[in-house]
């Protein structure tokens, strides 16, 4: 049955509006368990207004919600498939010739697409939210209500500069001045020829980056069997940029959908590993298959023909069951893909294929009996 039917139309709208209402319903819990936490952190803090924490606990929400995501999605499709059930329409349908995978193919049509929308649309403005939660936290950390402190780790860069040469740069702490200028703070370079030995070491007080050009100041070099060098100024060129180093300090959840493929290609050119945002950018663009999975777990328990005759509770177990099995599983192949046992690809997707391949064959068993 295609989507823009009359009956695919009904279908895609009870999907959505029982997506949004289940939405919502989480959204509230969320807040509610979240606003309850920040308070408990403040509670000592008189210097902390409602402001702030309403603040923070907004910018949070996404984060938040991008981790129950697809169980929302199973929650309203099994709500949906209840109500067609007990109102005797799915048995109208099935009886008017459609079977059940013309049933589902406009729900999950509709699912598809909330999927690419909240990856391509909904996504970059969850991370630029979450981004700024980082910032808020931080300040709430340090007392500070004008901190923009990336980092107390610390900062450290691998780049090469040309075929024979690379420097790794390390600073202690890193502040933001404006959009486009950095200050970094106790800046040590280290100048590497191409088979990794040391030429010289760079030492300065502080560093700004503008541009793309690094301003080393108070400045002292030392190199083997010389004596030491002390300049006021010493500039090098550099690709990097105060957005790309910024991105260095948050998640990837942090990072929208559309700049984590150049954030993965500049680690790689700098020899860091871009495993974690290779995951991140993989899960995304699974993200709406993931939603179709967890429609067809959704269709296993809750698309019976006649709910009147019982089975809600063996619906509500079954599938909250199946939901955390579905999570816990693909968490664990998610940890092996951070950690380089199986490849990132595999990790992604193979909790996926397992769901859709399980379904298919129980919905294909229940279709034929």
């Keep these: 049955m295609k989507p823009n039917t009359i009956l695919g139309i009904y279908l895609t709208k009870q999907i959505v509006w029982n997506f949004l209402a289940v939405l919502s319903m989480v959204l509230g819990v969320v807040f509610m368990f979240e606003m309850i936490d920040l308070l408990r952190r403040v509670a000592d803090r008189p210097d902390i207004g409602w402001g702030f924490v309403l603040e923070m606990v907004i910018m949070k929400l996404p984060r938040t919600?991008?981790?129950?995501?697809?169980?929302?999605?199973?929650?309203?499709?099994?709500?949906?498939?209840?109500k067609v059930s007990k109102s005797n329409e799915f048995v109208i349908i099935r009886a008017a010739g459609v079977s059940v995978w013309g049933f589902l193919t406009p729900i999950l049509f509709a699912v598809f697409v909330i999927g690419v929308l909240n990856v391509t649309v909904v996504n970059p403005v969850a991370a630029k939210m979450y981004e700024m939660f980082e910032t808020l936290d931080y300040r709430l950390k340090t007392k500070n209500p004008k901190a923009v402190l990336f980092s107390d780790k610390g900062l450290w860069i691998r780049e090469a500069t040309d075929a024979n040469h690379v420097l790794v740069m390390q600073a202690k702490s890193v502040r933001q001045q404006d959009d486009e200028t950095l200050h970094l703070y106790d800046v040590s370079i280290l100048e590497l020829d191409r088979n990794s030995q040391i030429?010289?070491?760079?030492?300065?007080?502080?560093?700004?980056?503008?541009?793309?050009?690094?301003?080393?100041?108070?400045?002292?070099?030392?190199?083997?069997?010389?004596?030491?060098?002390?300049?006021?100024?010493?500039?090098?060129?550099?690709?990097?940029?105060?957005?790309?180093?910024?991105?260095?300090?948050?998640?990837?959840?942090?990072?929208?959908?559309?700049?984590?493929?150049?954030?993965?290609?500049?680690?790689?050119?700098?020899?860091?590993?871009?495993?974690?945002?290779?995951?991140?950018?993989?899960?995304?663009?699974?993200?709406?298959?993931?939603?179709?999975?967890?429609?067809?777990?959704?269709?296993?328990?809750?698309?019976?023909?006649?709910m009147r005759r019982g089975g809600v509770m063996f619906l509500i177990v079954g599938g909250i069951a199946s939901g955390f099995l579905v999570y816990f599983s693909s968490q664990v192949i998610y940890a092996f893909g951070l950690n380089g046992y199986i490849p990132v690809e595999l990790a992604v997707w193979a909790p996926i294929l397992i769901v859709v391949m399980v379904s298919v064959s129980v919905m294909l068993h229940l279709e034929d009996g």
């Design 199 to 306: 030429l010289r070491r760079v030492e300065a007080f502080m560093a700004v980056l503008k541009g793309n050009v690094f301003e080393l100041k108070d400045v002292h070099v030392f190199e083997a069997g010389k004596p030491r060098i002390n300049l006021n100024t010493v500039q090098y060129e550099t690709t990097l940029t105060a957005d790309r180093i910024k991105e260095n300090f948050i998640d990837p959840e942090a990072i929208s959908f559309w700049d984590l493929p150049g954030t993965i290609a500049f680690y790689k050119k700098s020899g860091f590993s871009a495993i974690k945002h290779q995951m991140r950018y993989l899960s995304l663009i699974a993200l709406p298959f993931m939603l179709c999975a967890m429609v067809l777990v959704a269709a296993v328990f809750a698309l019976r023909p006649n």
């Design 65 to 82: 919600l991008d981790m129950v995501f697809p169980f929302v999605m199973m929650i309203a499709a099994m709500v949906t498939f209840w």
